[in-house]
């Protein structure tokens, strides 16, 4: 194999960011691609193995993105290449609702194994996050014989009419798109920073209203299903206080409505368990997943309580492509490379060594404001200093020197100012220390 991890595991640059090469082949993406199609790097790239991501001018990247919490187990890790090298040549396509195949089946015993709870459980397939989402609210639909959806502040889940409807943040995902699909209630979001009440029983608070805004605006009775990301993802890695989620689960099962958790980008080892609802012992009655299901392949999956997921009709799920054998040759190869790996206790220890750099990070520096998130996703929250005044300038200026400096760093946050690392979790440890001092670096600068 000549990519992969087999690529040096180191950050090397050759050029300035972007290099000649890449700036020649922007222009050609600037004639090709649609201008609404955004770009966080101005490089293009030719490999990407382990944690470097290396481009057509021969820079080594250090990636701390992952390609937003996809390639959890390295890009082109080799179970995962091996595999799909295997299946491309078995076959490409059948369309698993008119011939099956084991690689289909294969993973949904594996999600319904490692997904929270003991019940059986039951599984489908589709191609992304959104569709996942999409799908499990047709399905709690359809069980329940209800039609509201309960979705969060900060939440998101997708670009598709439905999975827009409930994502919360305006721009850029939703801003003249409308209209969008009826029945979706916005409920407040614990949000420890920014929580007023926080100190002393924000979960209370919070929970309090969301529940009366359910019984006295929407009627417990008329809701399908709360939809809920337990740390929210682009929302700028909020985690909601203890007891929060478990709150929340609770009213769900006493007025039978469907609790699913979308953890599209919490899930397959990101944030220390294999699924973030575990730390609080949530059993959802539906999760999603995608994004770090497959090692880089597109696929998803909707999972949960056996009784719901069949109570579909025959044929009331599907699509020409959900569960393609690629990609399922992939999550095989990825789920893999997790257990034997070990990468959730991976996930832990890289995320002790990032939570300890960006607290002192934070003694430093008082345009951090927070610094928040669960085993190997973390997030610092940038702010006025002396204020909460969210900080979106001091981002875009440490954002962009890291990216001089060959550092990969997304942002996310629905006021655009926050900095999210979600480094691979193979990542070797002087790889992620070199790139948070670059990150110190970058701040002191801010
Ligand atoms: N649910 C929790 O994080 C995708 C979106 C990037 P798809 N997040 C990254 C962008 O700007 O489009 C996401 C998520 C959660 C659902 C989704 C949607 O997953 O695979 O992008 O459809």
Request: proline content about 6%; overall charge neutral.
């Amino acid at each position: 194999m000549t990519s992969g991890p087999h690529l040096p595991q180191e950050r090397k640059l050759v050029t300035s960011i972007p290099g000649p090469k890449s700036q020649e082949l922007i222009k050609r993406r600037a004639e090709a691609v649609s201008a609404a199609l955004g770009m966080a790097i101005p490089v293009v790239v030719e490999k990407a193995g382990g944690g470097v991501i290396v481009d057509v001018d021969g820079n080594s990247i250090i990636d701390m993105g992952a390609g937003i919490a996809v390639v959890n187990v390295g890009n082109s890790a080799n179970r995962v290449v091996k595999n799909v090298q295997a299946q491309v040549e078995a076959f490409t396509h059948t369309c698993f609702m008119i011939a099956p195949y084991m690689g289909y089946i294969e993973v949904c015993e594996a999600l319904n194994r490692l997904t929270p709870g003991t019940h059986k459980k039951k599984s489908a397939l589709f191609n992304s996050g959104a569709e996942a989402v999409e799908n499990a609210v047709k399905i709690a639909r359809k069980f329940t014989n209800r039609q509201a959806v309960v979705v969060f502040e900060h939440g998101y889940h997708g670009r598709t009419n439905l999975t827009m409807a409930m994502t919360a943040k305006n721009m850029p995902y939703k801003d003249g798109f409308g209209p969008f699909t009826p029945e979706v209630y916005r409920m407040p979001m614990s949000y420890p920073f920014r929580c007023d009440s926080c100190s002393s029983s924000c979960e209370n608070s919070v929970l309090e209203t969301v529940i009366h805004k359910i019984e006295k605006e929407i009627g417990a009775n008329n809701v399908a299903c709360m939809v809920i990301e337990p740390i929210m993802g682009e929302g700028g890695f909020i985690v909601p206080c203890k007891g929060f989620l478990p709150g929340l689960a609770k009213f769900c099962k006493d007025n039978r409505i469907l609790f699913v958790a979308d953890e599209v980008q919490t899930g397959f080892a990101r944030t220390g368990q294999m699924f973030a609802c575990e730390d609080e012992g949530i059993v959802p009655d539906l999760i999603t997943t995608a994004k770090g299901i497959a090692g880089g392949l597109p696929l998803a999956g909707v999972t949960g309580r056996a009784d719901v997921m069949d109570s579909i009709h025959m044929s009331g799920l599907g699509g020409t492509y959900g569960g393609s054998p690629i990609a399922c040759a992939a999550a095989l190869g990825a789920i893999a490379t997790i257990e034997e790996e070990k990468l959730v206790d991976r996930a832990k220890e890289l995320g002790s060594l990032m939570s300890a750099a960006l607290n002192e990070m934070k003694k430093k520096y008082p345009i951090i404001g927070d610094v928040r998130g669960r085993g190997a996703m973390q997030a610092i929250e940038l702010v006025v200093p002396g204020s909460k005044d969210p900080n979106p300038a001091a981002l875009a200026s440490a954002i962009k020197y890291c990216q001089q400096k060959g550092v990969l760093i997304l942002s996310a946050g629905t006021y655009g100012n926050v900095i999210r690392l979600l480094p691979p979790l193979v990542m070797p440890e002087h790889l992620l220390k070199e790139a948070l001092e670059i990150l110190d670096e970058s701040l002191a600068q801010a």
